[in-house]
Every structure is written in C-alpha cells, then in structure tokens.
C-alpha cells in the first residue's frame, strides 16, 4: 500500500467514525432536547454557555451560532467561572454546560453554585448518569462509542457531537421565533454573506464611478472610460436616457471583427436596451 493510499484511508476512518457517531445522536434525542428549546424560548435572559477544554471551545461555537440566528448568548470559561467570572450569570438566565464526562473537577465545583442560583440548567454530555447529568434540569445525550483517535483519548469523535447538538438547537429556535433571512442579515452586514444578504442597488449606485459615453463618443473615447473608471462596463446616454451598454466584451468583439475603427462610436457597438434595475 502507498503512503498516498494509508493517509487517505485514515481521512476516510476518521471522516466514517464520526459521521456513524453523529448519525446516531438523532437516537438518542428525548423529550429534555423539546423541554430545553423551550425553555430558552420562554427565558427571559440570555443563554450562558460552559464548558473546559476542548468542550469550551465547542461552547464558543455554539455561542457564535445562537447570536447569529437570534437567540442572545454568551461564553463563561468554566474554570474561570469559578474564580470570579459566575457574575456573569444572571437571574432568568439559562446554562448549558458543555462536558463529556460530565464529572470533571471544575464541573463539579460549578454545577452546584449554578444551581443555587435557581437558574435552570442544561447538561449536554456523553454520560448521562454522570455527575453533570444527575445535577442538571434536562440533559443532551452526544454520547459516542469512541473518539476517532486511534488512542481513542484527544477529542474528536465526542466535540463533532457537541457542535452538532448545538446546532440542532440553534436551528430550532431559529425556526420556531419565525427568524426570517431580513432577520439574518441585519447581523451579518460585512463580509459576501452581508452583501448578498444586505446590500442593493442604491448602494452601489451611490459609490460607484458611474461610466457615461454618448452615442456618438468615439469608440477609443469609450475605452478610455471603461479602462479609467474599471467596471468593465459604460452607460451609453442620450436625451438623459440610458439607449445603451459597452462592455468589455463588446470592445473585444469589435477588435475581431473590424480591422479599422476609425470613425466608430458607441453606438456602432453598443447592446441596446439593456435590462435594468429600478433604485
């Protein structure tokens, strides 16, 4: 067997573990996964998110996707929370700690203090009979047989698990608070997502160099604009109306088709009555 061959058939072990592992989680879902989406829907806080390790940045992620999709959260560091950062859970808010064994010391120590706060708890965990799991209001079972660590100790198998279950509740309560792609993109305003999302017309028209020849500009006059102002593209005006288009693709038409362009101008090449769209 090639080297090629061995790495390419560890990717796809590692790749099947995990994906049985996940396939198998919509199993293990109970009446606590309905009990806790609708807890969060009926809070009147923010969602606060625990875990260490690995699990805490899982629980990050899951922030991140709850922020996005409507639902307020925010991160606590477990093992930070137990030196101070506990402030950052308040009345009416709901934790949802992140652990695969759910007996780690720093859970331990947090669980209780959580508790005593009234807030309700979310254990997501692999072992539900854990320490987590008999402390918490409801539990998310993300148990897995193994990690796809040939050792079956770093996390992999069990953190895919985690951010899947994270998910599955992001988009329930997405779906349920009827969290439209208007809703959507009012977070999203950067990047090609916003744009697709968020950006029109007029804001382009705003900023945008905004070509112009006439119908009888000479055609190397027309190149010159289209070159200066780098749309790849000019409007063609006449009367104030736009008649016309030139774009790159005209320009490279007529360099094949005309062997003199003396004398041409913009409308001896121009696409007429192009589509447009209304500001």
């Known amino acids: 067997m090639s080297k090629t061959t061995a790495i390419l058939n560890l990717a796809k072990k590692t790749i099947d573990t995990e994906s049985k ?24 806080g923010r969602v606060v998110i625990t875990g260490i390790g690995k699990s805490a940045i899982i629980a990050t992620k899951i922030v991140a996707t709850l922020n996005s999709t409507g639902t307020p959260a925010i991160f606590m560091h477990a093992g930070d929370a137990i030196h101070g950062d506990l402030g950052t859970v308040q009345e009416d808010d709901v934790v949802i700690c992140i652990s695969k064994s759910g007996s780690t010391p720093e859970i331990k120590l947090l669980v209780p203090l959580i508790k005593r706060g009234n807030n309700i708890l979310i254990g997501l965990t692999g072992k539900v009979d854990s320490f987590l799991g008999q402390q918490a209001d409801f539990v998310l079972n ?27 509740l992001a988009i329930c309560l997405l779906e349920l608070k009827g969290f439209s792609s208007k809703d959507f993109a009012k977070y999203h305003p950067g990047g090609a997502l916003g744009k697709r999302l968020y950006l029109t017309v007029d804001d382009i028209v705003k900023t945008n160099m905004k070509p112009r020849v006439s119908l009888e500009t000479d055609i190397r006059k027309v190149i010159v604009e289209i070159s200066e102002k780098m749309l790849g593209v000019s409007a063609v005006i006449h009367n104030n109306s736009l008649v016309g288009i030139v774009t790159d693709g005209d320009i490279r038409r007529m360099l094949n088709k005309y062997e003199n362009i003396n004398g041409l101008t913009a409308k001896d090449i121009m696409t007429s009555n192009p589509k447009t769209i209304q500001v």
């Open 142 to 168: 993300t148990f897995v047989e193994k990690e796809a660590c040939p050792n079956n100790l770093a996390p992999t198998t069990s953190t895919s698990a985690q951010l899947v279950m994270g998910d599955a």
């Open 21 to 44: 592992a996940i396939g198998n989680l919509a199993n293990l879902l109970t009446e606590d996964f309905a009990r806790t989406v609708e807890c969060i829907l009926g809070s009147k």
